[in-house]
């Protein structure tokens, strides 16, 4: 599964963002004026890339699962320019922000403080910054499901992250899509997209939302919602941000033992959630062969076939998947898949 060829500069799509996967040959093709990050998902230290000097260049201690592109670039339609904040570092352009920031868990004590305090410099930057309408974030972190004082350690992150999203008022009602996935290095590292103006939240029927999930989750619920739709101001460009989505139905894991089920449910959830969409905003999107492109996180690499196997029956074969080795954040779920989709409006 490929994607479009680059060119020396940056091509003139109309879009305000745009997302490809790529790899350390050809990430040099891109404009580094225009390139607002890059995530490159690796089992060990790599020697550095093209453009390893743009600040919000990291690196996720993810192994790939397949021979594709495992390097994330997020491409901006206009010039970008690069700041700091503290930990955080960040790209924007006039109406959009890229950030990214790495902590030393133990430097904060616990993963529920290390999760506060990051959560808490991003808050405070995208309000002073004035890009204070987050969009989508990705958590990653070490031993995900092992438990620490008692409390399994992703519950744990939830509660920090909480504690830090619930100073903004009303905050469930503005909450971005997100995923997090346990990583096989230590580090605490979240990425995160936010924009001057708002996202719609969107929600999935078949699913309870996950901020309203009963307490046997865990002291807080989860802080996110399952996709965040966003139309940008110039052109008749959107996004929908898709947010990890596992075999969950109501507030249940199915199919504990089967990832092939697994993934068939989760396929039912994006069509679920894809269909909302379609119906409530009136937009062009029917089912997951709209998606743009794909992220599979899978718990263990021998059921890689099996999960693409049943894609495969589901997608066109020029839709761009990574395939990468994590944890998901229940440890009766084996495989969790992320979309974005490009809509025209």
Known sequence: MSVSPFRKKYPKS?????????????????????????????????????????????????????ENNNIEAWISGDPVQSGQMR???????????????EMNESNYGNISQCSHFAYTE??????????????????YFPDINEDTDGLERY?????????????????????????AVGTYENGFQIVFLAATKPGIQVENPRQISAFHYPETY????????????KHWPEGKHSQLFISGTASIVGHETLYPK???????????????????????????VNTITDTSLLKVYIRHPKDVNAVKKVLQAHLKPSQPIMFLQGDICRSNLLVEIECIIDIQR
């Open 218 to 229: 865990g002291p807080k619920s989860p802080s996110f919602a399952r996709a965040t739709l």
């Open 155 to 179: 519950r744990a992150f939830t509660v920090g992250r909480h504690q830090a999203l619930s100073v903004i008022p009303d905050f469930e009602r503005y909450l971005p899509s997100a995923s």
């Open 122 to 139: 991003i808050i405070e930057a995208i309000q002073q910054l004035g890009y204070q309408h987050l969009l989508r974030m990705w958590n």
């Open 258 to 284: 089967s990832t092939s089920k697994q993934t068939e449910e989760i396929i039912n959830n994006i069509n679920s959630l894809i269909e909302n969409v379609r119906d409530t905003h009136q937009l062009n």
């Open 14 to 66: 109309g879009k305000k963002l745009e997302t490809v996967y790529t790899n350390r040959r050809s990430v040099g093709e891109l404009d580094p004026t225009h390139i607002l990050g890059l995530v490159t998902y690796s089992s060990r230290l790599e020697p550095d890339s093209p453009h390893a000097d743009i600040p919000t260049s990291l690196r996720i201690s993810l192994p790939p699962l397949s």
């Open 87 to 101: 930990n955080l570092h960040y790209r924007h352009t006039e109406d959009l922000m890229f950030g990214t920031i």
